[in-house]
């Protein structure tokens, strides 16, 4: 009975020592913090690794310059696929943006001493990324309208989509080659929502196309955190 019994705990003790050195197996990080060299102006050799869903870090060591990390690969929204805030020696940031990779190299490099300061991520196949938060977008298009009821208004008529998220900050610039002929700023829209806008016109835009009979007005939209768009069309 004894014996049964001791032989019970010994095998309860191993499957347990198992379970626990698999969950430490599975919880293990692949990251390899990015690390500056003191010596002017490179990252060390590397190789700098992490696992996806990691956020990795940017270590700058004692007696070295200023520096950062920034992706030289931009992401859908023109912006750097990655970055971190800029330090002094001495200091450690968190890479941000890095949490999003997908497996695979990743080039990086240093923006104040430029493209000569670089190195490579590279992000393992383990792990999940942490899903990356969709930019706001909007499409812009001019309306069907006679260039004689423009003149009269003095508006052009300009309708905004935003797309799967919520946009805002919205402005429209209508232009005419470089001449600038009106504006409108402050727009919002709730996700997929379109809206209207009549844009004013300048009085000088109204004395420009007096006796035109043909006009190609173009209009660039700008939103917070999104990328700008423009189009065109010709008014008769």
Not at 20 to 28: D, Y
Not at 101 to 115: D, M, Q, R
Not at 206 to 234: D, M, P, Q, Y
Request: with cysteine; hydrophobic share 35%.
């Amino acid at each position: 009975m004894r014996n049964l019994r001791l032989t019970r705990i010994v095998g309860l003790t191993a499957t347990v020592g198992i379970i626990l050195l698999g969950a430490g197996v599975a919880s293990a990080s692949a990251a390899v913090p990015i690390t500056a060299n003191p010596s002017c102006c490179t990252f060390d050799p590397g190789p700098f690794t992490q696992d996806q869903g990691e956020t990795e870090t940017f270590v700058n060591p004692p007696n070295s310059s200023f520096h950062d990390v920034t992706s030289t690969q931009n992401g859908s929204d023109g912006k750097p696929l990655f970055a971190s805030d800029a330090i002094g020696a001495d200091n450690t940031v968190p890479v941000k943006g890095t949490q999003y990779l997908t497996a695979g190299s990743y080039k990086f490099y240093c923006t104040i001493h430029g493209p000569s300061m670089n190195g490579t991520l590279v992000v393992s196949s383990n792990g999940t990324p942490v899903p990356r938060p969709v930019a706001p977008s909007v499409k812009v298009s001019i309306l069907g309208q006679s260039l004689k009821k423009v003149r009269n208004s003095k508006k052009l008529k300009v309708k905004i989509t935003a797309g799967s998220v919520a946009a805002s900050g919205i402005k429209l610039e209508v232009t005419k080659g470089s001449k600038k002929f009106g504006s409108a700023s402050g727009l919002k829209l709730a996700a997929k929502a379109s809206k209207t806008v009549s844009v004013k016109l300048s009085s000088s835009a109204v004395k420009t196309i007096k006796n035109s009979k043909k006009v190609t007005f173009k209009v660039k939209a700008s939103l917070t955190g999104g990328k700008s768009v423009t189009t065109s069309r010709k008014l008769k």
